[in-house]
């Protein structure tokens, strides 16, 4: 411990990070930087910045940063560009966060000296896997402080109880059992584990979504979108050009209205158990769907099935901490190589938790062609008669294959 002397804290402000914040000077006697990241969770940020000064950390060394254009840019829009869905349901709203803080906590720890990181992720979990895989990737030196696999606070009495003896301030809301869920929210989304929802066979309570409506009370009228796309990355709404981030939460709010975007998911965790989590995504739930819509008609269709193929492993990449892997990189060029003609547009159809694809165009990039595809007559455009020889050697095989089992019989 003594080696240490001065260490980057992922502080969000509240009890817990709170709590590790007061617990390293005491246990490492260090220094402490404090980093917090606006990724457009939506909450007031300068309270993290008067509770760090309360516990005698340096104005200088107090880092509040505005991430939500890099995130949205830089992670969310690349990954979106694959398809990403992890298992088939998650849209991975948690985890794509967790390359960008890493990074900037090694950005941190290279301008002021530090020695090594921390952060408050549990030991069941999946973040402390991509915290850490994130920072030594990008400084294999590094040292890292994982609290909660150190110390004996396991419980939330023990965590109130230290932080009564210590001063540290804490919320009525704890005092009172604290938030019945545990909550993380970005710009992508808000996730909800624990307690009531530890019984995966309990149906999540209406009153703990917070951006979206049920599909039961959205509005009776379906709304239209308009999507417009530059490779790949929706860079307008409605004609309204924007920036990555304003894309996201214009769209989170569109199809939070319409009930759009909610899940209920058990998922298989890296560190091996089954967790249950509700999520809300609704920006997200969009831009997947328009995103594959634009790509029907501009993508070719083995590029497109290799895409389908290699999208798993790449969600199972960034699930499990392997943002900053090489072979991440690699599929990102092969992924991104693929994006440069997927530019239009896409119309949808907001409707009661639905989202329905009602037009794509692309006017220099489309590979569709009416005089080719019509039932009408095509004027030669198409040679029906290939379709037979077409056929017959893809039938071969099997023909050699039914008549040797004949044989055989």
């Not at 095509?378 to 039938?395: P, W």
Request: aromatic share 8%.
């Amino acid at each position: 411990m003594n080696d240490i002397k001065k260490v980057v804290l992922a502080y969000s402000g509240g009890l817990d990070t709170s709590v590790i914040l007061k617990w390293l000077q005491d246990t490492y006697q260090c220094e402490v930087v404090t980093f917090t990241a606006d990724l457009g969770q939506g909450e007031e940020l300068d309270p993290a910045r008067e509770k760090a000064l309360k516990f005698g950390i340096k104005p200088e060394q107090i880092y509040i940063d505005d991430l939500r254009e890099e995130f949205v840019r830089d992670f969310v829009f690349p990954m979106f560009r694959a398809n990403t869905v992890y298992e088939g349901e998650y849209l991975l709203g948690t985890s794509i966060a967790r390359p960008l803080i890493a990074k900037r906590l090694i950005e941190i720890v290279n301008e002021t000296g530090a020695d090594a990181i921390c952060h408050g992720a549990t030991g069941k979990g999946n973040d402390q896997v991509r915290f850490e895989l994130g920072a030594y990737a990008l400084k294999p030196d590094v040292k890292v402080i994982a609290p909660w696999r150190e110390w004996d606070l396991l419980s939330r009495e023990k965590l109130l109880n230290y932080a009564e003896t210590h001063g540290i301030p804490i919320d009525m809301k704890h005092r009172q059992g604290g938030s019945p869920y545990s909550m993380d929210a970005n710009l992508l989304h808000i996730s909800y584990e624990g307690r009531h929802l530890e019984d995966p066979n309990a149906e999540a309570e209406e009153d703990m979504w917070r951006w979206t409506v049920s599909p039961e009370k959205a509005p009776d009228q379906a709304e239209y979108i308009e999507l417009t796309y530059a490779k790949g990355d929706v860079v307008a709404i409605d004609g309204q050009s924007m920036r990555a981030h304003e894309v996201l939460a214009k769209l989170n709010e569109i199809g939070g209205k319409h009930g759009i975007g909610r899940l209920d998911l058990v998922e298989n965790r890296y560190v091996g158990m089954k967790s249950r989590g509700c999520y809300e995504t609704p920006g997200g739930t969009i831009l997947l769907k328009g995103h594959r819509a634009i790509e029907s008609i501009t993508l070719d269709r083995e590029v497109a099935h290799l895409k389908d193929d290699l999208m798993p492993r790449y969600a199972s990449l960034i699930y499990n901490g392997y943002w900053w892997s090489p072979e991440r990189r690699a599929l990102q060029v092969l992924i991104d190589h693929t994006q440069q003609h997927v530019n239009g547009s896409v119309r949808l159809k907001l409707y009661k938790g639905n989202v329905i694809v009602v037009g794509r165009d692309s006017k220099s990039d489309s590979l569709f062609d009416s005089t080719i595809a019509t039932f009408e007559d095509d004027a030669g455009a198409y040679d029906q008669k290939d379709a037979g020889g077409f056929i017959k050697l893809n039938a071969l095989r099997m023909r050699i294959a039914a008549k040797l089992d004949a044989r055989r019989k």
